[in-house]
């Protein structure tokens, strides 16, 4: 269960940094992060900040993570 914690903590940091990256302070795309991290995005589009966009984006994938194995 820490394996599979870790590793939707690793997975949800990466989806947040290509997010973040792609965004470019407002210049760039927000495609990537739609695709790659859904609910971090509505989070941002909503008015949150940066710290529950990164918190959601780690449990999206843990909860990913936790779906998939059974």
Known sequence: MLKTIAA????GLVGFLI???TMGAGHGTNVPGFV???WMMLL???????L???LAAC???TIYI???IP
């Open 66 to 68: 936790v779906c998939l």
């Open 52 to 54: 529950p966009g990164l």
């Open 59 to 61: 449990a999206q994938f």
């Open 8 to 11: 939707g903590l690793g997975l």
């Open 36 to 38: 790659v991290v859904p």
């Open 44 to 50: 941002m589009m909503a008015g949150a900040g940066a």
């Open 19 to 21: 997010a973040l990256f």
